[in-house]
């Protein structure tokens, strides 16, 4: 041993988790999702989703490397936003409308604040957002499935919501209705929900109480079927992939309750006040201005610690 | 594994500064010949102990070497005869109350063994004895690797049997609960066999977790009480000992012989052989590991410690002190750290944290310079176990960040103070 020792602050083991594991791990737990997408709405799904995963890269990747920064594509974190965002799209989403929004998404949201973990909302989110006040119509021109039964073959369940049966159930698990590529079908976003929450990628609070608190709040609010309410439009798809985004949800666990606690209200206030629309969207977005009171209010108590003066 | 005693290094450099406070004194004069058990060095000051010689030899020079922390500190160095010869002088100290028990608690030249260093004479030498409810005696040995205090727990039972009836018979101690990890249940066995008829021993398994044998992790653990900020363990009615301090305290007073060597596990993915070696202290780590099959791979990064809080060390010729609990040694990819990533606050630093602090924060803070932030988020209370660091996706030096930050909170504490001083004293001129 004649070469010299390498001297480091402790500790000097790490653990094998990583951003780009913690990234692929999202990204699996997307393929159900995924696949739903492609077998219900065809090969235009598929090209949504390629397409705004590969722009999504070459956003961060351009900006970087116009800006002379590290180039950081391969922690997978704007394959993530691109993917979430296209399966935030209708089957007949013109494909460069939603490269807008991968643009917006990725360098206004994301790198024009730092990059990633600086912005303080989740970049898909706003990119669904600016997409759906820019293009409102094609935002909202819901593909259905050809095999969809009748009662659900017009528009979004959320739309006809009132006239829907538990006997509607069924088909509402499946995705069998209108809706964006990524978000008809419930069981697929709870296998990756489940997937996620096994791995210890995310903890099941955020879904959980946002879930619970829409349903507490839509049924306070006079909904005639708070529980369909659930498996139609966005709601799942936004607990469990968009409001979950580490950067802009709380850090504690009770940060976590507040955060989905009003995810959950304000979805069920927009949808029984105003048009059903984005409601978990808006509901989403505006929580996450709040994340950095929510972790001010929640901070962990120094084992041990006297106040601060 | 059972230790192995290491044959007589040929010279041992025996530091001045192998505890917290000040260093000892040198009490030797380079050609004096020493024998083993003979001091070399008095105590600097209260708080601070005496060294003895570990092997018998003469003394070949008094020099400087580099300490852990960067700067510079006395060692004694002796080359040996080989005969590890003992003291003439070794006796049994007297011991007949508590003080006395102290001061040969004192004289033993034994120190928190577990890492700290502390002498135990200050922690033991309390001023009110009815305000010690619990001792606990430490033998969580949380670091990965590390299997020096497993090994007192299952060689040493009479030692600790003894141990236990000092700090029954002097320091009236009237529990005494020994914290060992549940993955050690050869140990929790012998020590509940050893234990079973003395009511006042409880012999506690705690769940295998890192940092379980931080002290104020230990204490909640134990007892389920909380040391208070600025407060010490005893102010949460407990002293807590490290299984090797206690056993170490009664082999010096049922010998006279004092702290002379250690049991130091050697290991890392460069050694060949790893053992659990007995080797006197001032050994440098470099015999150790050629008595461990020397490298099977190129060394890259030598330990003092377990890997979550151990020491990097410039040089493998530096020694074992008496905290020195472990060396090791490991190979190039071991040695590497992954590059730090954008913190995505994903909140694991929080949760992993066992002191309820919020390291993410804590850096931002750090970054902005954020005194009175730091003051608040309490970085003063971190006790640096690496937690956090290990566990951060991001690979987040957050540990360094930690230290860095305390210097900037002691700044702005500094800069209160003064500002307060300068307040009081102009009101006072008005």
């Known amino acids: 041993m004649n070469g010299l020792l390498t001297v480091t602050p402790s500790p000097h083991i790490r653990s094998p988790r990583t951003t780009r594991s913690i990234m692929r791990d999202v990204l699996i737990a997307l393929i159900p999702v995924v696949i739903v997408a492609v077998v219900y709405f065809g090969w235009r799904a598929l090209l949504l989703i390629c397409v705004s995963g590969a722009v999504s890269c070459l956003c961060e990747f351009i900006w970087e490397k116009a800006f002379k920064k590290d180039i950081t594509i391969s922690d997978l974190s704007s394959v993530v936003t691109g993917v979430i965002l296209a399966l935030n799209m209708p089957a007949g989403m013109p494909v460069w409308e939603l490269i807008f929004g991968d643009i917006c998404a990725v360098i206004v949201v994301k790198m024009l604040f730092g990059g990633l973990g600086r912005n303080f909302v989740n970049p898909a989110l706003a990119g669904r957002i600016i997409l759906f006040v820019s293009f409102t119509a094609d935002m909202t021109n819901y593909t259905v499935p050809s095999f969809a039964p009748d009662a659900l073959s017009s528009a979004t369940p959320l739309a006809l919501e009132g006239s829907l049966t538990w006997a509607d159930f069924p088909s509402l698990l499946l995705g069998l209705h209108g809706g964006v590529i990524g978000e008809v079908c419930s069981l697929a976003i709870i296998a990756g929900c489940v997937y996620l929450c096994v791995r210890g990628v995310i903890k099941p609070i955020i879904p959980a109480c946002f879930v619970g608190a829409e349903l507490l709040f839509s049924w306070l609010f006079g909904a005639a079927n708070p529980v369909l309410g659930v498996f139609s439009g966005g709601l799942l798809f936004g607990a469990v992939f968009m409001a979950t985004d580490y950067v802009t949800s709380p850090l504690t666990n009770w940060g976590k309750v507040i955060f989905g606690v009003g995810c959950g209200f304000l979805t069920a206030a927009m949808r029984a006040f105003a048009g059903s629309n984005g409601a978990v969207s808006f509901a989403i977005l505006i929580m996450n201005l709040l994340v950095p009171y929510i972790n001010d209010i929640t901070r962990r108590k120094a084992f041990g610690g006297v106040k601060a003066k | ?430």
Not at chain 2, 28 to 53: H, N, R, W
Not at chain 2, 276 to 282: D, F, L
Request: aromatic share 4%; glycine share 8%.
């Open chain 2, 1 to 430: 594994m059972a230790p192995v005693r290491l044959p007589p290094p040929e010279t041992v450099v025996i530091p001045m500064s192998m505890h917290i406070g000040a260093p000892a004194v040198p009490a030797v004069k380079v050609g004096d010949t020493v024998k083993v058990g003979q001091l070399i060095a008095e105590a600097g000051g209260f708080v601070s102990s005496p060294v003895y010689a570990s092997v018998s030899g003469k003394v070949k020079k008094i020099d400087e070497i580099p300490a852990s922390n960067g700067r510079k500190m006395k060692a004694v160095v002796i080359a040996s005869d080989g005969l590890m010869e003992p003291w003439e002088g070794i006796a049994r100290p007297e011991v007949k109350d508590f003080e006395s028990f102290v001061a040969a608690v004192r004289s033993s030249g034994v120190v928190g063994l577990g890492g700290a260093g502390f002498p135990t004479a200050v922690k033991l030498g309390v001023k009110d004895l009815s305000k010690v409810e619990a001792f606990i005696i430490n033998g969580a040995e949380c670091e990965p690797y590390v299997t020096s205090d497993t090994r007192t727990m299952l060689d040493r039972l009479d030692d600790l049997k003894d141990g236990v009836a000092l700090l029954e018979k002097y320091m009236e101690a009237k529990r005494i609960i020994f914290g060992v990890e549940a993955n050690k249940p050869r140990c929790i066995e012998a020590l509940r066999s050893a234990f079973s008829s003395d009511s006042r021993v409880e012999i506690n398994a705690l769940p295998p977790m890192y940092p379980q044998g931080g002290e104020k992790v230990l204490i909640y653990n134990t007892t389920g009480r909380i040391v208070p900020e600025g407060k010490l363990p005893l102010d949460a009615g407990a002293i807590v000992l490290n299984v090797t301090t206690l056993a170490s305290i009664a082999r010096y007073i049922n010998t006279g012989m004092p702290l002379v060597e250690k049991v130091v596990t050697v290991d890392g993915s460069a050694v060949a052989e790893p053992k659990n070696v007995i080797a006197p202290i001032g050994t440098p780590a470099r015999a150790l590991f050629e008595f461990c099959g020397g490298f099977k791979e190129e060394p890259c990064k030598v330990l003092y410690g377990g890997p979550m809080m151990g020491i990097a060390m410039p040089d493998a010729d530096l020694p074992i002190m008496k905290n020195t609990n472990a060396v090791l040694a490991l190979n190039e990819a071991d040695s590497r750290l992954p590059k730090p990533t954008a913190c995505i606050r994903c909140g694991t630093c929080v949760d992993v944290c066992p002191l309820g602090l919020m390291p993410t924060l804590i850096e931002d803070a750090y970054e902005r310079g954020d005194g009175q932030r730091l003051k608040e988020l309490k970085v003063n209370l971190c006790m640096e176990c690496g937690s956090c660091a290990y566990a951060c996706p991001a690979k987040r030096p957050l540990v360094q960040v930690h230290k860095l930050a305390k210097g900037i909170l002691n700044v702005y504490n500094a800069k209160l103070k003064a500002e307060a001083e300068k307040k009081a004293a102009k009101e006072a001129a008005k």
